[in-house]
């Protein structure tokens, strides 16, 4: 029988895989499911989920404060034994301090991933996970044409929890006449997918998931001169330097990335979802309008109170507005 992997858990994309898998671990992120007695009002049904994630392979759970809801959510369920990382994310990145604080971040992630058992990575071993996480990255979008909207989340959800990089004949394929759109908001939780099964039904089809597990927030290209020079100072300006997220401030980065998406992928609306007490994404919702110039619909993810039926009526309903 093959051994359990070793999972460490992440929360934010702003984690480097490649450095968890560096040290000998299998990172893994999650959609986390209900969160039941966690879940309450004033709770950020995400985070609360993300907490008290369970199965027989996770070995840590790795928390980021990119939000005060994850930053508290560290604090839900702490009489479980599974160890616990609270990631100290810079809001700010403009400033060489702040970058400098996100690399020792970095490293003090390294140095509790060895206490629980891992390994110190080599330049060569850190040099060959980034290379196998960009190929798969590549691999991934690619796929994304001939995906409907479901089945590339799937695949999508896969590799980030397991590094399992599909390959072959998509089990499910995009219609040609779907219309194509951009899913942009709060990270979607395993309950919430059966979204993208009703964009799939009204006609539509996910042409760039701008949702923290879509490839909106994939650090840049790496550069292999410099990897060669410093892999580890290239990881971290891959990711820290350049990656759009709406907690950044000034979130100015995020609002030239969705200028630019309408050059770079053909959409013609954006589906705009957000949890009740995601008030970072709730805030900018105007903005997003305005910038992105496009059809927005916007929709409420309620957690287990979802009106799928009033849901089915607007995603139909716009979808034949954009026809």
Same mark, same amino acid.
């Not at 999972?7 to 959609?31: D, K, M, N």
């Not at 479901?150 to 040609?176: C, I, L, Y």
């Given at each position: 029988?093959?051994?359990?992997?070793?999972a460490?858990?992440?929360?934010?994309?702003?984690?480097?895989?490649?450095?968890?898998?560096?040290?000998?671990?299998?990172?893994?992120?999650r959609?986390?499911g209900?969160?039941?007695?966690?879940?309450?009002?004033?709770?950020?049904?995400?985070?609360?989920?993300?907490?008290?994630?369970?199965?027989?392979?996770?070995?840590? !759970?790795?928390? *980021? @404060?990119?939000?005060? &809801?994850?930053?508290?959510? /560290?604090?839900?369920?702490?009489?479980?034994? =599974? $160890?616990?990382?609270?990631?100290?994310?810079?809001?700010?990145?403009?400033?060489?301090?702040?970058?400098?604080?996100?690399?020792?971040?970095?490293?003090?992630?390294?140095?509790?991933?060895?206490?629980?058992?891992?390994?110190?990575?080599?330049?060569?071993?850190?040099?060959?996970?980034?290379?196998?996480f960009?190929?798969?990255?590549?691999?991934?979008?690619?796929?994304?044409?001939?995906?409907?909207?479901?089945?590339?989340?799937?695949?999508?959800? !896969?590799?980030? *929890? @397991?590094?399992?990089? &599909?390959?072959?004949?998509? /089990?499910?394929?995009?219609?040609?006449?779907? =219309? $194509?759109?951009?899913?942009?908001?709060?990270?979607?939780?395993?309950?919430d997918?059966?979204?993208?099964?009703?964009?799939?039904?009204?006609?539509?089809?996910?042409?760039?998931?701008?949702?923290?597990?879509?490839?909106?927030?994939?650090?840049?290209?790496?550069?292999?001169?410099?990897?060669?020079?410093?892999?580890?100072?290239?990881?971290?300006?891959?990711?820290?330097?350049?990656?759009?997220?709406?907690?950044?401030?000034?979130?100015?980065?995020?609002?030239?990335?969705?200028?630019d998406?309408?050059?770079?992928?053909?959409?013609?609306?954006?589906?705009?979802?957000?949890?009740?007490?995601?008030?970072?994404?709730?805030?900018?919702?105007?903005?997003?309008?305005?910038?992105?110039?496009?059809?927005?619909?916007?929709l409420?993810?309620?957690?287990?109170g979802?009106?799928e039926?009033?849901?089915?009526?607007?995603?139909?309903?716009?979808?034949?507005?954009?026809?």
């Amino acid at each position: 029988m093959a051994p359990t992997p070793r999972a460490i858990v992440y929360s934010s994309p702003f984690l480097p895989p490649e450095w968890i898998a560096a040290h000998g671990w299998t990172p893994s992120r999650r959609r986390p499911g209900p969160a039941s007695e966690f879940e309450a009002e004033g709770v950020c049904r995400f985070a609360a989920g993300f907490a008290v994630l369970a199965g027989p392979d996770i070995r840590a !759970r790795v928390f *980021a @404060t990119t939000c005060d &809801p994850m930053r508290r959510g /560290a604090e839900i369920g702490t009489d479980d034994p =599974i $160890p616990r990382f609270l990631f100290h994310m810079p809001a700010t990145w403009q400033t060489p301090e702040a970058h400098g604080l996100y690399r020792e971040e970095l490293k003090r992630l390294g140095r509790f991933l060895e206490r629980l058992g891992g390994c110190a990575p080599t330049p060569a071993g850190l040099m060959e996970q980034m290379e196998r996480f960009e190929a798969a990255r590549e691999t991934l979008l690619a796929r994304r044409e001939i995906l409907s909207s479901r089945a590339h989340a799937e695949e999508m959800d !896969r590799f980030h *929890a @397991t590094g399992e990089v &599909p390959s072959g004949a998509p /089990a499910v394929p995009r219609p040609k006449s779907a =219309i $194509p759109l951009m899913l942009l908001g709060s990270p979607l939780r395993a309950d919430d997918l059966h979204l993208l099964d009703l964009l799939d039904r009204a006609g539509g089809w996910v042409a760039a998931d701008a949702t923290e597990f879509g490839e909106r927030e994939w650090p840049r290209r790496f550069d292999r001169r410099r990897m060669g020079e410093d892999a580890f100072d290239e990881l971290a300006d891959a990711y820290f330097g350049h990656m759009p997220a709406i907690f950044r401030r000034p979130n100015g980065r995020f609002f030239e990335w969705l200028a630019d998406a309408r050059n770079r992928t053909p959409v013609r609306g954006i589906v705009f979802a957000a949890h009740p007490w995601c008030d970072l994404w709730r805030a900018e919702l105007p903005r997003i309008r305005e910038v992105s110039a496009l059809p927005v619909l916007s929709l409420h993810l309620a957690g287990e109170g979802n009106a799928e039926g009033a849901w089915t009526t607007r995603i139909q309903a716009f979808l034949e507005m954009l026809a």
